[in-house]
């Protein structure tokens, strides 16, 4: 479970500013540390070139996560890291990661539509302390619904210190209303909302640890990018194929 020197050298420029040993905050506006949904999300890391970055993610089951797909590298480039039930720190390695196939690279930029999920199968289980999350069943968003965002990102754009811990806040659906896509935003306008390393991140229902959807993208006003709406690919349209992949892998032992 643990990655290769190298690969904790790429690391190195992420977790240096996190201060894991005094980790900071999450989510941009009024959020709130969430040790409730600890059971259900890890940290997804990746490297690139010269580069390292960080995403939330969502435990579906004790082998498997779903992240968001610009998230992910390779699987010897990815790892899943998460805090022991000791408090030490932990790299889990990856046997296979699967984007969905309708994932678009660089849809933003080119206004294709595209289903930003990967699913992760860790090479290890996860220990007893996680949980798996319960997926949506359907049934139409209506505007103003209530939800709750997790994640491990910024709380101040740009400030990667400011990152590291699961957070919680609420955010409420808003028009247009898609078949695929929930948009989201702080019914209160103070700008709460997800942000670096809260992508692939869970959108819960209000009250109970089921996932509605997965953050893949976020907005801000002015010069932000981030606080004034959050977006993410929904679960219940994609059910039938996270629900064939996760029997594939349960078939394979």
Not at 117 to 143: M, V
Not at 179 to 196: E, F
Request: hydrophobic share 45%; glycine share 10%; proline share 8%.
């Amino acid at each position: 479970m643990q990655p290769s020197l190298s690969f904790r050298a790429a690391l190195a420029l992420i977790f240096a500013p996190l201060n894991l040993v005094q980790p900071a905050s999450a989510l941009v506006g009024a959020s709130q540390p969430a040790p409730e949904l600890a059971p259900y999300a890890v940290m997804v890391l990746k490297r690139s070139s010269q580069t390292a970055g960080f995403c939330s993610a969502s435990v579906l089951a004790q082998d498997a996560v779903l992240t968001a797909a610009h998230c992910v590298a390779s699987p010897a480039n990815t790892r899943i890291y998460f805090r022991g039930s000791h408090g030490e720190a932990i790299f889990a390695g990856i046997r296979d990661i699967i984007p969905h196939p309708g994932y678009r690279t660089g849809a933003a930029q080119t206004r294709q539509v595209s289903i930003d999920l990967a699913l992760i199968r860790l090479a290890e289980p996860l220990p007893a302390q996680f949980k798996a999350l319960s997926l949506a069943q359907g049934g139409k968003i209506e505007p103003g619904e209530s939800f709750r965002i997790a994640g491990f990102g910024v709380t101040q754009e740009n400030t990667a210190a400011s990152s590291g811990t699961l957070r919680m806040a609420r955010i409420a659906a808003r028009l247009p209303i898609s078949p695929i896509l929930l948009w989201a935003s702080d019914p209160q306008g103070h700008g709460t909302g997800t942000c670096t390393g809260d992508s692939g991140g869970p959108i819960l229902a209000p009250d109970e640890p089921v996932l509605i959807a997965v953050t893949d993208w976020a907005e801000g006003a002015g010069r932000q990018k981030c606080g004034s709406l959050t977006q993410g690919a929904l679960i219940a349209p994609q059910r039938q194929w996270i629900e064939r992949i996760l029997a594939d892998w349960a078939r394979a032992e």
